[in-house]
Structure formats: structure tokens, C-alpha cells
């Protein structure tokens, strides 16, 4: 449930001096704010973010609007003033209480159509929302079932197809929420992505790392996923902790048979996986806590 929903009135990426709090309205959540032409609800044509609140700090705020930045650019949208966003974010921040867990949520819209299919649109439409997170304790200590799916696409597909936006985060999550439904029709509580030329990427909405002894590796992202804010950061861990990390191709059947394996999202944080297409993977519970500690700290 929304608890909190401020309106903003984009401010162009090169505006110089701006009263940034006139243009972040705050709105009942429960009542109506967006066009019924807007492009986001007609055809998830937008980009968004997800930030995690612990205990009133927002985490990861600048790479979480490096990615905005990056996605509104691979959309041919207007570059997001920076500025504005950030103060956005504190605003939303400032109305949450600091205890618990909390979801701030930054969406940009290309805006109401006004023409054609494709013709320009009345301007970009934004808003952010501010909800408690819900309670994820149990994937985060016990662990969740995952089963391989096929995206469809080979691993060049992002370099050669770059209209299919696969390093963007945009608002259309259908597909990602049919995977996340079928994973759990096949008994499984979670899907990782696979290409079809037989390639792990990553599940609906985290990204993946394996354990290989003492090293730590992710799916590559130009094969064409979404590069995580939380990956980044649990490398940097690792690394300070003194484990190597990298960036690989990796086949289909390394989930299987890594020594431990993780989905990394900014909301839910690091979720141990405890079996991959049925096979039982081991859990780290010891390193999975400390990681946790460190990406709620
Ligand atoms: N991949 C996808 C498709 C996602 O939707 C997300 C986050 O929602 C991630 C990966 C993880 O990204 P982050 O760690 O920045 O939350």
C-alpha cells in the first residue's frame, strides 16, 4: 500500500537556478493524479527506480539516479535534472518515519500522448511513491527456490537490438511479472533468466551472484540485463572483505554448481538461493547475514 506520493513538475536537466521544492507537490495517494492518455499506463513507456530506505537513510541514491539518467537516455527521453531528483528522493525520505524498511520509487513517464503513435508527447509526466517494504526476513535467512526460464533472446541480442532496451529499467514489467508467476506455477518461488544460447542473466527484478570458492561472479551485463546497484555494492564488499569478484559469461549450468548463489536487489537486499530447477544449493546463512548487515548499514 502507498503511504506517501509527491507530484513533479520536471525541471529541464540544464535549468539553472530553480525553487526545486515548488515543483515536488505532494498528493493524496489515494486519489487520482495521472492522465488517462498517459503513455506509463497505456504503454508502460517510462523509466523508473526503486530506492531502499532502512531506518530513514536511502541507500545507493547517486548510482540509483546514474541509472535513471541512463535509462531516460536509452529511451530518447529527457535527461532528469539531477538536482530535482535528489531532492525528490529527500523529500520522500523526510516524510517516512526513520524505523523499518521503506520503498521510494522514482517514475517518469514520457507523458501524455498528444498526436500520433510516436509523435512527441506533452513532455514527461513524474511522480514518486513512498511505501513500507514488506517483510522479506524469511527469503533473506531461509532462502528461495528458483527455477531457470528462457528470456528468449541470445546474448548479443542487447548489442545488436538495442531498441529492445534490455539494460534499461522501464515500466514495462509485464513480462517480468509473467516469469515471476510462472516461476511459481513450477513450484518455485523465483525465475533467473536464461538466453537462448544457454547463459544465465538474472531473475525478474534482482541480479545473480555465484560462489566459486573464494570468488564471487556475476552474469556479465552486456549480455543484456539490468546492471544492479546492489551487485555493485556487495562486490565492493567482497573485495574489501578480501574475496575476488568479476564480470563473466556464465553457462546455464554454473547455478548449479556454485558453492552458494544469491538474487541482490535494493528493496529485498541479498536472498540466499537453496535450490535451482529442483537441485539443492548450499546456503550460506553466516556470509548471507554479514552482506545483509552491510547493504541495511
Ligand atoms: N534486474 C532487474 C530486472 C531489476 O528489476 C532489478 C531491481 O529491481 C535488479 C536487477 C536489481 O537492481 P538493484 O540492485 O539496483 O535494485
Given amino acids: 500500500m502507498t503511504r506517501f506520493a509527491f507530484l513533479i513538475d520536471p525541471a529541464p536537466a540544464d535549468a539553472g537556478a530553480v525553487d526545486l521544492d515548488a515543483t515536488i507537490a505532494r498528493i493524496d495517494p489515494d486519489q487520482p493524479a495521472l492522465s488517462v492518455g498517459d503513455m506509463s ?9 526503486s530506492i531502499g530506505v532502512f531506518d530513514g537513510r ?7 539516479l546514474d541509472r535513471l539518467a541512463n535509462s531516460a537516455r536509452l529511451l530518447d527521453m529527457p535527461e532528469p535534472n539531477r538536482a530535482q531528483w535528489r531532492r525528490a528522493v529527500e523529500t520522500a525520505v523526510a516524510a517516512v518515519p526513520d524505523e523499518g524498511e521503506w520503498t521510494i520509487k522514482l517514475l517518469i513517464s514520457r507523458g501524455v500522448q498528444i ?16 511505501s513500507r517494504s514488506a ?16 528470456r528468449g533472446y541470445d546474448s548479443n541480442a542487447a548489442q545488436r537490438s538495442p531498441w529492445l532496451l534490455l539494460g534499461a529499467k522501464t515500466l514495462s514489467y509485464a513480462v ?6 510462472e516461476a511459481r506455477r513450477r513450484g518455485a518461488d523465483e525465475a533467473v533468466f536464461t538466453t537462448t544460447d544457454g547463459y544465465l542473466l538474472e531473475a525478474p527484478t534482482a541480479n545473480l551472484i555465484l560462489r566459486r570458492g573464494d570468488q564471487f561472479v556475476t552474469p556479465e551485463p552486456t549480455a543484456g540485463l539490468l546492471h544492479g546497484t546492489t551487485q555493485l555494492e556487495a562486490f565492493d564488499w567482497l573485495e574489501d572483505s578480501g574475496y575476488p569478484t568479476g564480470y563473466e559469461h556464465l553457462p546455464a549450468a554454473a547455478l548449479a554448481d556454485a558453492d552458494a548463489a ?15 530447477d529442483g537441485r539443492a544449493l548450499p546456503v550460506d546463512h ?9 547493504l541495511r548499514s
Fill in 41 to 49: 499506463a497505456n504503454r508502460g513507456d517510462g523509466v523508473f527506480e
Fill in 58 to 64: 536511502a541507500k545507493q541514491v547517486g548510482p540509483h
Fill in 115 to 130: 498526436g500520433a503513435v510516436g509523435a512527441p508527447s506533452s513532455g514527461p509526466t513524474a511522480w514518486v511513491t513512498a
Fill in 135 to 150: 517483510d522479506y526476513t524469511a527469503q533473506r535467512t531461509d532462502g528461495i527456490r528458483v527455477v531457470s526460464l528462457d
Fill in 176 to 181: 517480468n511479472m509473467a516469469a515471476a508467476r
Fill in 262 to 276: 544469491w538474487f541482490v536487489s535494493s528493496i529485498r537486499l541479498a536472498a540466499p538461493i537453496s535450490s535451482i
Fill in 286 to 294: 553466516a556470509l548471507t547475514a554479514a552482506l545483509n548487515d552491510y
